[in-house]
């Protein structure tokens, strides 16, 4: 099945209510929106256009990529990554593969945000969960910056918002305790069947928001923020997702948008003392 493991994770959005076994699932797709779709199968992504002045492209993933593979996204004029870090299969657990897909990537000379796609049914909690990433990275020599916690898919949540917000919350405040910038992967419609509409999150945290029609080309919208409506405590979004299963370079991705002037340069992921500096280039 194409991209079984993110179809299970319904990782960073509308699949059908009910599926037939044999369908290919997209990933990020929320089985509950009144979007169908059947069999999808990953095509080759349009090209970046040149010279978009208010625009910068980038590609979300949950898969490992080679430095080759992410050299050919940047020449494909990408400038950055969204590598997932979180995989919640089962009770959840730290993404190994992210490690040397953000090291790919920054020698590529993209930059790097990291994603987390938490399993809010563990025995984890939440900020234990943020734990595993933070050390798995800490002991790759990867210093992480920020993170976005993917915050889609209701019927992978509990009923209670209250319980959901509870979970959430305790993932934000640990990272504020690391010093990270936080953003929210999610959708006016996630937000406000998760959450009950949350809306004291604080306006420090970003967000990244996903608005497609269905997976490939025919189901892209427009690459800008012109479909944003305010939600939760959001006036204005950092990135939008606006393309799903898509193939760039080989390797199927997500696709996103982001404000040209609010990206830091890929070369501010410095090394230091042998460390590379991931996340914290998407900002306000």
């Known amino acids: 099945m194409l991209l079984k493991s993110l179809a299970v994770l319904s990782v960073l959005a509308v699949a059908a209510q009910s599926v037939p076994a ?13 979007v169908k779709f059947r069999q999808v199968i990953a095509e080759a992504a349009p090209r970046v256009p040149a010279n978009l002045a208010s625009y910068a492209f980038a590609v979300d993933l949950s898969v490992p990529a080679s430095q080759s593979t992410l050299q050919c996204i ?6 950055a990554a969204f590598i997932r870090a979180y995989n919640p299969a089962g009770q959840g657990s730290f993404d190994t593969n992210a490690c040397s897909t953000i090291q790919n990537a920054y020698y590529a000379g993209l930059g790097t945000e990291i994603y987390m796609t938490p399993q809010p049914a563990s025995s984890k909690q939440g900020y234990q969960q943020l734990d595993e990433v933070y050390q798995g990275l800490t002991q790759a020599g990867i210093t992480i910056r920020s993170v976005w916690i993917q915050v889609t898919s209701p019927t992978n949540w509990p009923a209670s918002a209250t319980n959901n917000v509870n979970f959430i919350n305790s993932i934000i405040s640990r990272a504020r305790q690391y010093g990270m910038t ?35 080309v025919n189901g892209e919208t427009p690459a800008n923020f012109a479909d944003f409506r305010a939600f939760g405590c959001w006036t204005a979004p950092s990135v939008k997702q606006f393309a799903q299963v898509e193939q760039v370079c080989q390797i199927t991705v997500n696709r996103d948008v982001y404000a040209a002037g609010s990206m830091l340069k890929a070369a501010d992921a410095v090394q230091e003392d042998g460390k590379i500096y991931a996340g914290g280039f998407i900002h306000q």
């Open 74 to 79: 940047k020449q494909a004029g990408y400038a």
């Open 182 to 216: 936080v953003g929210i992967y999610t959708s006016y419609y996630d937000w406000n069947q998760i959450t009950n509409g949350w809306t004291s999150i604080g306006n420090d945290v970003l967000l990244w928001y996903w608005n497609v029609l269905g997976g490939g």
């Open 22 to 34: 044999s369908a290919k699932v997209l990933p990020f797709v929320d089985s509950s929106l009144p």
